[in-house]
C-alpha cells in the first residue's frame, strides 16, 4: 500500500457526460500528480500540482481540469467525455524539499470506461 | 522535449534467470525512476536513481546521468517479477514527467 487513495476504482458513464476522480496523496506529500494509462499511449503524464499551485502541465486536454485544495487532495474533472477517454487514471504524490520532488508513489487507479 | 527509450521491448524469462532492462535519454535529468507494473495494473516504485547505484533485494540499479542511461537488474527472476517496468524522467521538479514504453516481462516457471 502506496499511501496514496483513489476514488473510485471503476467508472462506467456515457459520452457527453462529467466526472470527477479524487486523490488523497500520501501524508506530508506537498506534491499531486495524475496520469493517463490507454492502451495506445502509454503512461501519459496530465498535470502537477504543488502545495495547491499548478506547477507543470502536460497532455492535458482541454476539457479536462484539475485542483488541489487546501487540504491537499485533488480532483481531476473530465467532461464532454468521448469514447477515446477510456483509461487509467492514476494519482501520484511525492515529498519535496526545498522545492524540489523526489520519487513518486502511485495509488491504486481509476479505471474510467466511457460508453 | 526529452526522448525516452526503453529495451528490450519484450522479454520471456525461465525463473532463475538473470536480466538486464536498459533505460535512455535524450538529456540531463534531475529525476529519474524505475517501476514495476503488476498484472493487476497496480504502479510499484523499484528505485527513485537519478545517479549512482542502488540495490534492494534481487533488484538492482545504476544510473550514469554523464552518458544519459540507466539499468535495472533482475537477478534470480521469479514469476511475481513479470508485468511491466517503466522508467520515468523530470528534467527539473517543475517540467513534465515523461515515462518510457516500458519493457514488458514474462518469468515462466
Known amino acids: 500500500d502506496s499511501g496514496v487513495t483513489q476514488t473510485p476504482k471503476h467508472l462506467i458513464t456515457a459520452t457527453g457526460q462529467r466526472v470527477t476522480l479524487r486523490c488523497s496523496p500520501r501524508?506530508?506529500?506537498?506534491?499531486v500528480y495524475w496520469y493517463q494509462q490507454s492502451l495506445d499511449q502509454g503512461l501519459q503524464f496530465l498535470i502537477q500540482?504543488?502545495?495547491?499551485?499548478?506547477?507543470a502541465k502536460g497532455n492535458i486536454l482541454e476539457r479536462f481540469s484539475a485542483q488541489q485544495f487546501p487540504d491537499l487532495h485533488s480532483e481531476l474533472n473530465l467532461s464532454s467525455l468521448e469514447l477515446g477517454d477510456s483509461a487509467l487514471y492514476f494519482c501520484?504524490?511525492?515529498?519535496?524539499?526545498?522545492?524540489?520532488?523526489?520519487?513518486?508513489?502511485f495509488g491504486p487507479g481509476t479505471r474510467l470506461t466511457v460508453t | 522535449g526529452i526522448q525516452v527509450e526503453q529495451s528490450p521491448p519484450d522479454l520471456i524469462l525461465q525463473e532463475g534467470a538473470n536480466s538486464t532492462l536498459r533505460c535512455n535519454f535524450s538529456?540531463?535529468?534531475?529525476?529519474l525512476q524505475w517501476f514495476h507494473q503488476n498484472p493487476w495494473g497496480q504502479l510499484i516504485n523499484l528505485f527513485y536513481?537519478?545517479?549512482g547505484t542502488k540495490q534492494n533485494g534481487r533488484l538492482s540499479a545504476t544510473t550514469v546521468a554523464t552518458e544519459r542511461y540507466s539499468l535495472l537488474y533482475i537477478s534470480s527472476s521469479q514469476t511475481t517479477d513479470s508485468g511491466v517496468y517503466f522508467c520515468?524522467?523530470?528534467?527539473?521538479?517543475?517540467?513534465?514527467?515523461?515515462f518510457g514504453p516500458g519493457t514488458s516481462l514474462s518469468v515462466i516457471p
Open positions: 501520484a504524490s511525492s515529498p519535496e524539499d526545498r522545492g524540489n520532488t523526489y520519487e513518486q508513489y
Open positions: 501524508s506530508g506529500d506537498l506534491s
Open positions: 500540482y504543488y502545495n495547491g499551485e499548478e506547477r
Open positions: 538529456d540531463s535529468v534531475n529525476n
Open positions: 536513481i537519478p545517479s
Open positions: 520515468a524522467v523530470e528534467k527539473t521538479s517543475y517540467d513534465k514527467v515523461i
